[in-house]
């Protein structure tokens, strides 16, 4: 029995604690909400570049942990990427960074597909969840923040009319052909293509796309929206909680793995940052407590083995 738990623990439970994927607040002092786009609002470093990656003969960024001979482009790592390298210009102004920037928008700009009115960023490869082409709504946002800190660098307003047109999708609900739920409680949540899972980092980076667009144009109709998503968040807030740990979606009630407990705890106070609005502070900081408490670290052992033994009981039941 002992070993057992120790093994639900290493393999079950300590991913679930990982910060290795995660992101972190910047060092760095910057207005958060001034039209003079800079850093982003967390620092995508550790998150993006821990993972096993290449850069292929254009310069741009590619993950290589997928089960593939061939390269395949995750939309969210090059934009993440072109975000990191953004930045890194930013504090050194080496022409490199700036160079391999530039890479990772041109790649953005000339993969993007443009119908209705609205543009689109597709995964060209399988997913256990998806069959090819598929998009997402978390990098439909990415994506926007790396176009608008592109157009504040190169002086492009092009990119900001091909960010309005990647929001477009993002408004546009999923039957309209875009991504955004609108049922229920979850009036305004942005997903991933056909999952309908209401993913909880997924919709916040969407919504900082939003953020940025406002910032970048000074449209009050894309603050509406972040607002609008905002308030979704807070809606179904109880569909996430666990009261010492998040969720990572609101439909399954699976304790979040892979550093995104994490995410989240940096992405709510990202939020309270912009918004001033203690809720998020609050969740922050309560999700964040189980990384110094063995009492809650024990708890989430306990809950996981639980869960496990239902879902055995359940398919017994089913058989």
Same mark, same amino acid.
């Given at each position: 029995?002992?070993? +057992?738990? +120790?093994?639900?623990?290493?393999?079950?439970?300590?991913? /679930?604690?990982?910060?290795?994927?995660?992101?972190?607040m910047h060092d760095e002092d910057f207005d958060i909400s001034s039209s003079d786009?800079?850093?982003?609002?967390?620092?995508? /470093?550790? &998150?993006?570049?821990?993972? #096993?990656?290449?850069?292929?003969?254009?310069?741009?960024? =590619?993950?290589?942990?997928?089960?593939?001979?061939?390269?395949? =482009?995750?939309? &969210?790592?090059?934009?993440?990427?072109?975000?990191?390298?953004?930045?890194?210009?930013?504090?050194?102004?080496?022409?490199?960074? +700036?160079?391999?920037?530039?890479?990772?928008?041109?790649?953005?700009?000339? *993969?993007?597909?443009?119908?209705?009115?609205?543009? =689109?960023w597709y995964y060209l490869y399988d997913d256990p969840h998806h069959k090819a #082409?598929?998009?997402?709504?978390?990098?439909?946002?990415?994506?926007?923040?790396?176009?608008?800190?592109?157009?504040?660098?190169?002086?492009?307003?092009?990119?900001?009319?091909?960010?309005?047109?990647?929001?477009?999708?993002?408004?546009?609900?999923?039957?309209? !052909?875009?991504?955004? @739920?609108? +049922?229920?409680? @979850?009036?305004?949540?942005?997903?991933?293509?056909?999952?309908?899972?209401?993913?909880?980092?997924?919709?916040?980076?969407?919504?900082? !796309?939003?953020?940025?667009?406002?910032?970048?144009? %000074?449209?009050?109709?894309?603050?509406?929206?972040?607002?609008?998503?905002?308030?979704?968040?807070?809606?179904?807030?109880?569909?996430?909680?666990?009261?010492?740990?998040?969720?990572?979606? !609101?439909?399954? %009630?699976? #304790?979040?793995? *892979?550093? @995104?407990?994490?995410?989240? &705890?940096?992405?709510?106070?990202?939020?309270?940052?912009?918004?001033?609005?203690?809720?998020?502070?609050?969740?922050?900081?309560?999700?964040?407590?189980? @990384?110094?408490?063995?009492?809650?670290?024990?708890?989430?052992?306990?809950?996981?083995?639980? %869960?496990?033994?239902?879902?055995?009981?359940?398919?017994?039941?089913?058989?």
């Amino acid at each position: 029995m002992i070993n +057992k738990i +120790k093994r639900l623990f290493e393999f079950n439970v300590k991913p /679930r604690l990982s910060k290795i994927h995660g992101m972190e607040m910047h060092d760095e002092d910057f207005d958060i909400s001034s039209s003079d786009i800079t850093f982003y609002y967390a620092d995508f /470093r550790k &998150c993006i570049l821990n993972k #096993p990656n290449k850069i292929d003969d254009n310069g741009v960024f =590619y993950l290589t942990y997928l089960d593939s001979d061939k390269i395949e =482009y995750n939309i &969210c790592a090059v934009a993440e990427f072109a975000i990191v390298e953004f930045e890194e210009y930013l504090r050194t102004k080496n022409e490199d960074n +700036k160079a391999a920037f530039e890479n990772q928008i041109k790649w953005l700009v000339e *993969n993007a597909v443009i119908k209705d009115n609205k543009l =689109y960023w597709y995964y060209l490869y399988d997913d256990p969840h998806h069959k090819a #082409p598929w998009g997402s709504g978390i990098s439909q946002g990415i994506g926007i923040s790396a176009l608008v800190r592109g157009a504040a660098l190169f002086k492009d307003s092009h990119l900001i009319e091909l960010a309005e047109l990647a929001a477009n999708s993002m408004i546009a609900t999923i039957d309209e !052909g875009g991504y955004r @739920y609108n +049922k229920g409680s @979850y009036q305004f949540w942005i997903e991933e293509s056909g999952t309908n899972s209401h993913i909880l980092n997924g919709h916040i980076y969407s919504l900082l !796309g939003f953020y940025d667009l406002y910032r970048a144009t %000074g449209k009050e109709v894309y603050n509406d929206f972040f607002k609008e998503g905002l308030g979704s968040i807070k809606k179904n807030i109880v569909d996430f909680d666990m009261k010492y740990f998040s969720t990572y979606d !609101g439909v399954s %009630g699976t #304790p979040a793995n *892979n550093s @995104y407990n994490y995410i989240h &705890c940096v992405l709510f106070e990202v939020l309270y940052r912009i918004t001033g609005d203690k809720f998020f502070l609050g969740y922050s900081r309560k999700w964040s407590e189980i @990384y110094a408490s063995t009492y809650l670290q024990v708890r989430l052992t306990v809950d996981i083995a639980g %869960g496990i033994l239902r879902s055995k009981m359940k398919n017994r039941n089913d058989e």
